[in-house]
């Protein structure tokens, strides 16, 4: 099946700086990027839509100010964590939709951890 | 708007036995439906998906799971678990335009225990 690549799986941070974590579609184009944030022992909560360049649509409630959302090209979207506080740990995962078939396929997560 | 329910939070079982892992969904319109299992601290992979076509969908691990509409279910069943099926199981749904997936809804996980 179609590979989705997450980078860094695992950060740790101090609490005030900011983290970048990658999604890259390593085997197909994706127009559209998905993240996920996943409190622990809890399901998947979508924070945002991503389309390659566009604008992304975020969820109610998220802070667009703070997870920022890139999509530049049609393989990679990055969320970038600004400032960040420890309430922001979360394991973050991303997916990604093949443009033509419609399926998505799911990166394996990024651990923050902000101390 | 979709929803999805898992009315168990966690399932033990005894390896070997049967197991069923329950999801209904509420929708205005037709849905497509998943099932993934995620392993700690890993990504989700897909295990079975209802797109359209038979009711009885199987996947992978041995895994199967039964479409039926009239009760808005979509249950998960194995007949032999083995101890590496120990994983939380997500139960998600997609309103499908044109054959592509829209914007997955997960119900909150079913956390499947293995013992020997």
């Known amino acids: 099946g179609a590979v989705v690549s997450q980078h860094p799986s695992r950060v740790i941070c101090k609490s005030g700086t900011s983290v970048k974590i990658e999604c890259r579609s390593l085997d197909f184009q994706a127009t559209t990027m998905f993240w996920y944030r996943q409190f622990p022992k809890q399901s998947l909560m979508l924070m945002a839509t991503s389309n390659e360049g566009s604008k992304a649509t975020y969820e109610q409630g998220v802070e667009k100010d703070k997870f920022l959302i890139n999509h530049a090209s049609l393989t990679l979207s990055t969320l970038t964590v600004t400032s960040a506080h420890p309430e922001d740990s979360s394991f973050y995962i991303c997916s990604a939709r093949i443009q033509y078939t419609g399926e998505l396929f799911f990166g394996e997560g990024s651990r923050l951890t902000v101390l | 708007a979709q929803s999805v329910t898992q009315l168990d939070s966690q399932v033990p079982v005894f390896e070997e036995a049967p197991v069923e892992l329950r999801c209904n969904y509420s929708?205005?319109?037709?849905?497509?439906l998943f099932w993934y299992v995620q392993y700690p601290n890993q990504g989700l992979q897909l295990l079975l998906k209802?797109?359209?076509?038979?009711?009885l969908v199987k996947g992978i691990n041995g895994f199967e799971a039964e479409f039926n509409k009239s009760q808005t279910s979509f249950h998960l069943r194995k007949p032999s678990v083995h101890i590496s099926d120990t994983a939380e199981y997500f139960c998600?749904?997609?309103?499908?335009?044109?054959?592509?997936?829209?914007?997955?809804?997960f119900g909150k996980g079913t956390k499947l225990s293995v013992k020997p």
């Open positions: 209802y797109l359209s076509g038979s009711t």
């Open positions: 998600a749904v997609s309103e499908g335009y044109g054959g592509s997936q829209g914007n997955l809804i």
């Open positions: 929708s205005s319109v037709s849905v497509y």
